[in-house]
């Protein structure tokens, strides 16, 4: 709520116009059909889900639709999966007014924001060949259930936590996972699972 009355004097005043806000992912799903919005802002982390699980939906829906990602976090996971779900940009909210509305107008009009830093630090995850074939790879039950914490960006703790496990517990089945996926990093797996369609 605070986020988006700030967003609302932000905007007063520029060629920005706020046409509908949403609270939830699924306030969002419901209203971005009922509405014509050029651009949709959506934040990473909503009330009652993932905003990167939201941006999967609005695009299956809408696929032309102009999605920008706005987070407080710069975290590689979220911003690789934001690339492979084809969102238009990533920004975050410490972002100066006018480089938001720029990036606002620029996606309006087709563009995409996407820095190249942004791409540099994801390239290696979206480019890995294992993560474009369709080898089924058989993971347990609780390996799913952590990739899927995993692609949201959770630490090793911070899943643990979740499932009510053990870190170590955690660690190991991280481990298992990148060894089945065949890739080197987080990132990657979580890229690999969103281009699989197991998040």
Known sequence: MVVRRGLERMFEGSNVEIVGEAATGEQAVSLVSLISAQVVLLDVRMAGGDGLNCLSRLKLEMPNLAILLFSTYSNPTYIARAVALGAAGYILKGVSKESLIDSITRVAEGETVWTRDELRRVSGALATPRLNSDIE?????????????????????????TLEISYETVKEHVQHILRKVGVSDRTQAAVWAVRKGIV
């Open 137 to 161: 790879v058989p993971l347990t039950q609780r390996e799913s259930e952590i990739l899927k914490q995993l692609t949201f960006g959770q630490t090793n703790k911070e899943i643990a936590s």
